[in-house]
């Protein structure tokens, strides 16, 4: 867990350029000074911010950890101890020097049945010890097969890499993608021919033959995370026959003590440097990245006061065009009625001119039938 995790203590120097380089790991040799032994130092890059994409998040690099400290087998690497600063989490690994199986046959060409069986035999091993632990590689391929040392009679092969790797609790189903595309099953669905077509050793087979004999040239396969540990060591010193005087001798180890001692605190203070500035990056990044949430949250309210203040303005263009055809229609009703005013009152009049000459009608009948009813 988090809290078994150390800080980063000057036991350990540096021995040589990086071994190996991965998205966001970097392998070195180094050499406990206490001790002389050697050891890989797998560098991997702390993730800031969760929202970003540089760097391994903690839970991941927990993960590979915990893992790694319950494996203890002879064909799979080994973790001995950890530490951690700023901007990194070391892991201190077992130096395994030979390079890769893949290499090695290559350059071997062929291997006998009982080279091969041996080969086979401690590459199962380990994974059925991974498999008893319920522990599950996800990204077992060639470049992730080493050997420990090639020059030896009987190589020991060392299962390296476990980046991705995930402990299975009993009785989960675990569903997900990982590992290397060109060394992904493809063979669930098909049937038994294709299944069979589509082994590496038969479509190797096949390769060979369409090629007529000519040699493949050989690709490197990018995992999905860290291509690590393909470590060359070379080593030499040659015996110390030069000094005859023994004073002089003894002046020479003092004056090349004194040297080491200036060395080893000119490293120091580069070390304190080097972690000022990554103390000094990851603040600028941490302000960085605040900043690009700020500026992100600026932008999104701009664009919400904008698209606000569009419709806004679109409503009010609205309203006015509305209010403009409502005075159309006021004014045209206006104009209606003041016509069907006047022909009310025209009307009017013809009406009472009507009733006028009905009442006068009725009076001229009315006389009419008194002067028929006096005689």
């Not at 990204?139 to 790797?165: C, H, Q, S, T, Y």
Request: with cysteine.
């Amino acid at each position: 867990s988090v809290k078994l995790f150390r800080f980063l203590q000057i036991i350990f120097e540096r021995q040589g350029p990086e071994k190996g380089t991965g998205q966001f790991a970097i392998v070195r040799k180094c050499k406990d000074k206490s001790s002389g032994s050697e050891y890989a130092a797998k560098l991997i890059k702390k993730r800031r911010l969760s929202s970003s994409r540089r760097g391994v998040s903690r839970e991941e690099i927990e993960r590979e950890v915990n893992i790694l400290r319950e494996i203890q087998h002879s064909n799979i690497i080994t973790l001995h101890d950890i530490f951690e600063n700023k901007t990194d989490v070391i892991l201190i690994l077992e130096l395994v020097s030979g390079g890769e199986l893949f290499d090695f046959l290559a350059e071997k060409e062929s291997l006998t049945e009982e080279e091969a069986t041996q080969f086979l035999k401690q590459i199962l091993d380990g994974v059925h010890y991974l498999h008893s632990k319920r522990i599950a590689h996800f990204d077992l391929k060639p470049e992730n097969i080493m050997l420990l040392d090639k020059n030896v009679p009987n190589p020991r092969i060392k299962l390296i890499d476990f980046g991705i790797a995930h402990q299975i609790k009993a009785g989960n189903e675990f569903k997900n993608i990982f590992g290397t595309p060109e060394f992904s099953c493809v063979l669930r669905n098909m049937t038994r021919h294709a299944a069979l077509l589509n082994t590496p050793v038969i479509k190797r087979r096949n390769v060979r033959q369409e090629e007529s004999g000519k040699k493949p040239e050989r690709r490197r396969l990018k995992t999905t995370r860290l291509k690590e540990y393909t470590i060359k060591s070379h080593s030499s010193m040659p015996p110390n026959n030069t000094y005859v005087n023994f004073e002089r001798f003894s002046q020479v180890l003092e004056e090349i003590a004194a040297a080491e001692e200036g060395l080893r605190d000119l490293e120091q203070n580069q070390r304190s440097c080097r972690e000022d500035v990554a103390a000094l990056l990851s603040i600028y990044e941490e302000k960085e990245g605040w900043y690009k949430e700020e500026n992100q949250s600026i932008a999104s309210d701009l664009g919400h006061i904008r698209q606000e203040l569009q419709r806004t303005q679109a409503q009010r263009r609205q309203s006015q065009e509305d209010a403009r055809a409502t005075m159309l229609a006021a004014n045209a009703l206006k104009r209606k009625f003041g016509r069907l005013e006047n022909r009310y009152e025209v009307l009017a009049e013809q009406v009472a001119s009507e009733v006028r000459w009905v009442e006068e009608l009725v009076k001229g009948i009315e006389k009419e039938k008194d002067s028929l009813v006096m005689p």
